[in-house]
């Protein structure tokens, strides 16, 4: 029997995302692929949004190292769908985000995955902090992480996380302590 995936109130963001026509595969449902676009856009929705990323100019920015996704239920157009986000593991170069989407107002999700951003310097390419106001940004979103499957098994480091320490080292950091 599957882990039951993170509910609804699990989730500390919400964006609505229609689904489109061409979202739709053979079999009459959102082909695989297009949940990872969910996931991009529900991430960098949110940094947008709150002016901490400019995709063309911002100096440092995050790229994508790992993604995984289970899917539950399948969707596809015209369905209007929900991408609720949070962040599990919050390390000084890394940020790993869980994303539930959702249709609209459901409390399960039809599909679950994560998405880890490194932060890099945009010019040289090299690993970078994340900046202040990104971290700022971040933290309203970090949960404890509930399961294996949230963790994705992993070992806490600062690669992937360390959440709680490194949740609170960040904010020792923002307030210069």
């Not at 079999?27 to 949940?35: D, F, K, L």
């Amino acid at each position: 029997m599957a882990e039951p995936l993170p509910q609804r109130d699990e989730f500390r963001h919400f964006l609505p995302i229609q689904t489109r026509w061409s979202d739709n595969d053979q079999y009459g449902h959102a082909n695989n692929v297009v949940y990872y676009s969910y996931f991009d856009t529900a991430v960098n929705q949110h940094l947008i949004d709150r002016g901490v990323l400019d995709p063309g100019r911002s100096s440092v920015i995050g790229v994508v190292v790992e993604t995984g996704c289970q899917f539950r239920r399948p969707v596809g157009f015209p369905d209007p769908l929900e991408a609720g986000l949070r962040v599990v593991a919050l390390g000084t170069r890394s940020v790993r985000y869980e994303i539930g989407i959702f249709r609209a107002g459901e409390r399960e999700p039809v599909a679950f995955g994560h998405f880890v951003h490194v932060y890099v310097d945009r010019k040289r390419f090299e690993s970078a902090p994340i900046p202040g106001p990104v971290r700022a940004v971040l933290l309203p979103l970090f949960v404890q992480q509930r399961s294996a499957l949230s963790s994705g098994g992993r070992t806490a480091d600062d690669s992937i996380g360390g959440a709680t320490a490194n949740a609170e080292q960040g904010q020792k950091e923002e307030r210069g302590e």
